[in-house]
Each structure stands twice: as C-alpha cells, then as structure tokens.
C-alpha cells in the first residue's frame, strides 16, 4: 500500500514556474514506477509525465516537453514535477499516482496508487 500527498500547486503567470512534489508512505517507495497526470475543468484526465523507479527512464507528453522535468528522490520518498515557461493551458488539477507493474507507464489504468491532486492555476 501507497499514500500519495501531493503539494506546491498554486496560481502562476504564464512563463513562470511552480514545483509540484508528491510525497509517498511507505518503505517501498524505490520499487514502483511514478507518474503525473492532469485533468482540467471539463476535460478527462491526461498523462504528463512518468518516471521509472530508479528514476533512469523518464517519459513526457508532447505538450510538455521540454518545459517540464520529473524527478525523484527515494531517500526522502518523493517525486517532483518542475514546470517552466507555463501556459494558460497547463491549468488543471495534478495527480501523482504509483504502480509497482511496470518500469515506466503512460496510461492511468496502469496505476495503481493516486493522490488527491493540487491545482495549478495559470494566469495569462
């Protein structure tokens, strides 16, 4: 079993940055596979980003490439999502989820863990 808390959403301007960070319960935490999703009003939730458990293999959407990074620290059971140059579009509420099944995962039926999400809210 795996509790997720997420944190570090808030309102932003567009261009500016936030830290998301999700901490886990839990001694096993290096053994599962981390993953970001989204979900803005009205629309269903999307995958962002995804990190393998030794954080090796990392994997982006397209619509955040290359201006978000996820990371993990397994001494402090934690996995980060650093967002840069954000857009308007980029406003949603962001989940961090776990699942031990595979080393890296997109879908969120891959998922086994999810957090209650922080909103992010960026302003143009």
């Known amino acids: 079993q795996v509790q997720l808390v997420e944190s570090g959403g808030g309102l932003v301007q567009a261009g500016g940055s936030l830290r998301l960070s999700c901490a886990a319960s839990g001694r096993t935490f290096s053994s599962y596979a981390m993953g970001w999703f989204r979900q803005a009003p009205g629309k269903e939730r999307e995958f962002v980003a995804a990190i393998s458990w030794s954080g090796s293999n990392t994997y982006y959407a397209d619509s955040v490439k290359g201006r978000f990074t996820i990371s993990r620290d397994n001494a402090k059971n934690t996995v980060y999502l650093q967002m840069n140059s954000l857009k308007p579009e980029d406003t949603a509420v962001y989940y961090c989820?776990?699942?031990?099944?595979?080393?890296?995962?997109?879908?969120?039926?891959?998922?086994?863990?999810w957090g209650q999400g922080t909103q992010v809210t960026v302003s143009s």
């Open positions: 989820a776990a699942t031990k099944a595979y080393l890296i995962a997109t879908m969120q039926y891959d998922y086994d863990y």
